[in-house]
């Protein structure tokens, strides 16, 4: 099984990217259901709550606390699938939100950004997991070596992208 887990991680990948970018390409519903409204803030606190973890996981492990490290890690990787799925469930019944404050250039450096490294970082992300799971601990630290700063960036930004946007919603 463990020789189909990197497989798994990639096809995983390629769905979560197929879904993203196929969510416009599918038919919208004629009515967006009540609870796209809270869906915004709810992914706002997932992406916060999911930053103070990833804070958490590594002040653990500096203080050399493996089990809550990896408790902590497998509470970010739960916060950051729930996430995926209610962004992509939001993404297909709701129109994309349009900024429209003064601030578009700043807006659309961070959103790009975000964009960006949340879609490269993901397998690594993956992968890092996978590798701390299994006990691999020199590939897991090679991996988080970069990934964990781009994780924590993209759920700060995550959060500072619905700060720009709440009044448009």
């Known amino acids: 099984m463990t020789k189909r887990i990197p497989l798994i991680i990639w096809l995983f990948t390629a769905v979560v990217y197929a879904l993203v970018i196929g969510l416009h390409e599918l038919p919208a519903p ?73 601030y578009k250039t700043l807006y659309y450096v961070i959103l790009s950004s975000h964009i960006i490294l949340a879609a490269a970082s993901l397998p690594a992300i993956l992968f890092a997991y996978y590798r701390g799971y299994i006990g691999d601990i020199q590939t897991h630290r090679k991996i988080v070596r970069y990934t964990y700063p781009v994780w924590l960036y993209v759920t700060l930004t995550g959060v500072l992208v619905y700060l720009f946007l709440k009044d448009y919603y």
């Open 30 to 102: 004629n009515e967006k259901p009540f609870f796209t409204a809270v869906q915004p803030l709810l992914h706002a606190i997932l992406n916060g709550t999911c930053f103070l973890v990833l804070l958490f996981s590594l002040w653990a492990i500096k203080n050399k606390d493996v089990v809550l490290h990896k408790k902590l890690n497998t509470a970010a990787m739960c916060l950051s699938v729930l996430f995926l799925l209610s962004y992509v469930v939001y993404h297909y019944l709701a129109d994309d939100t349009i900024y429209g404050g003064n």
